[in-house]
């Protein structure tokens, strides 16, 4: 029988003022039982609408089909046929917006709740099946992937499914890019992340950690080595500033280096001596999920009180309901339509004071949003030992500058055939936020997946 439910099965979740104290994660994931009911919510429309919305085009009716018979690990080989992170993408992917949006169950009640049953699957599977991937034939051809974030493992997953002989440069000392350093733990578990890295060796892929591609060795030489093609999935590490003055204060950080600290060098466990300053008051710039992430960390990590800074109001917001949520139950504390103007510094030069003012949105622009204008005389103080910018990334310049051809825009985004996601340059292919800019996890792996493609079609008419 079929689950006529207007509402999604409840998933369990810590209690927000329990969870903002540690860095266990906060959803908990269906029981078996709880994954078959809302399996049992899918219609299996005809035309399958949900697949559309999905940028990597997993076979959603499909596999929640053999999650309705109990079936998972049949579900679980149905996701990997088009999904090499299942683990990561059933938990950070903004399904709200994306295959659950095109559910028609949508229509007179909530979607499906896909994403909570891809993640249990993935999850069932991780706990339940010990079988490693079976490494298939190599054919001898070389290929070098920049990255290990969602769109380098994505990429690199694909090429060896096929054969190919991957490498993949990680300037860091763990594989995984945005998802180690930059998603919190709570969202996040990086042995999730571990693990999928440790499918892909499974398959013959090799990583090359501590490689800062464009310094340790740059592309060109890459391929003068006998790699036959490029992937470069770097990301956008570049944090970007206001501006303002008081931005060299001790005690501002950006986003990027603060939950480095924090996720990657795991500064919130005692046995590790990540140094990050002890804060009693913070205050974060940013309304996207960055930003979430970041005021989130620094509840965790014991600060009586954060402010969480936005300069429009919710309805703007980039972030997802569901972090913006999470952060007002774990007590964060939004100043929306608010923006800072001066950061003030002790005399020992340390954060002291976030000097605010607040806004009112206007008409919109030509990019539809409401801009956001100051109102004078209405400047306030608030005191904070430490701000937290979280105004988005860039690319680093550093592949770009010692790689000649490439094109980039004006953002010093590389330029690509958003068919092919070829770049300027023969033998070159790129994805994720080092085209687009910071973007979703999961727009970056379908970038990966495209990318992985039309690599095999242009080395296979090489040969």
Aim: with cysteine.
């Amino acid at each position: 029988m079929p689950n006529m439910s207007l509402t999604k099965t409840p998933v369990a979740e810590q209690e927000p003022l329990v969870r903002n104290k540690n860095f266990q994660e906060v959803t908990l994931g269906y029981t078996p039982q709880e994954a078959m009911e809302e399996a049992q919510r899918c219609l299996h429309c005809k035309n399958r609408p949900c697949v559309e919305g999905c940028p990597v085009n997993i076979h959603i009716p499909e596999f929640i089909a053999k999650v309705a018979e109990g079936d998972f690990k049949a579900a679980y080989e149905i996701i990997s046929d088009t999904n090499a992170l299942p683990c990561v993408s059933g938990r950070v992917c903004p399904q709200e917006s994306q295959c659950e949006s095109r559910c028609v169950r949508g229509v007179k009640g909530e979607a499906v709740a896909i994403g909570r049953l891809e993640r249990f699957v993935a999850d069932w599977y991780l706990k339940n099946v010990v079988a490693a991937p079976q490494k298939p034939t190599q054919n001898g051809i070389r290929v070098a992937v920049v990255g290990s974030g969602p769109a380098g493992l994505t990429c690199a997953s694909d090429l060896a499914k096929k054969g190919y002989e991957v490498t993949v440069f990680e300037a860091f000392h763990t594989a995984g890019g945005v998802l180690v350093y930059g998603i919190p733990e709570f969202r996040l578990p990086k042995a999730i992340v571990q693990s999928e890295v440790d499918k892909l060796g499974a398959l013959g892929v090799e990583f090359r950690l501590d490689v800062v591609v464009g310094r340790t060795i740059t592309i060109d030489e890459l391929m003068e080595e006998g790699y036959k093609a490029v992937f470069v999935g770097s990301g956008a590490g570049l944090p970007l500033f206001m501006g303002i003055e008081g931005e060299n204060l001790a005690g501002v950080y950006s986003a990027n280096e603060y939950l480095t600290r924090v996720n990657l060098m795991k500064a919130y466990r005692e046995d590790y001596d990540t140094p990050l300053r002890k804060s009693k008051a913070v205050a974060v710039v940013g309304g996207g999920n960055v930003a979430m992430d970041a005021a989130r960390c620094a509840k965790r990590m014991g600060a009586e009180k954060v402010y969480l800074i936005y300069r429009r109001g919710e309805e703007e917001m980039p972030a997802r309901r569901e972090e913006i949520d999470h952060a007002k139950e774990e007590e964060i504390d939004f100043r929306l339509l608010r923006n800072p103007v001066r950061i003030l510094g002790d005399e020992r030069g340390r954060v002291c004071q976030i000097e605010c003012v607040e806004m009112q949105l206007q008409a919109p622009d030509e990019s539809g949003r409401r801009v956001p204008k100051e109102v004078p005389g209405s400047n306030f103080f608030l005191d904070v030992d430490i701000v937290i910018m979280a105004l988005g990334t860039s690319p680093n310049p550093l592949i770009r500058s010692t790689t000649p051809g490439l094109e980039t825009n004006r953002r010093g985004c590389l330029v690509v055939n958003e068919e092919t996601m070829q770049t300027s340059r023969e033998g070159i292919y790129a994805g994720g936020d080092a085209v687009t800019g910071a973007a979703t996890v999961i727009l970056a792996m379908g970038a990966g997946k495209k990318a992985a493609e039309a690599m095999d079609e242009y080395l296979q008419k090489q040969k």
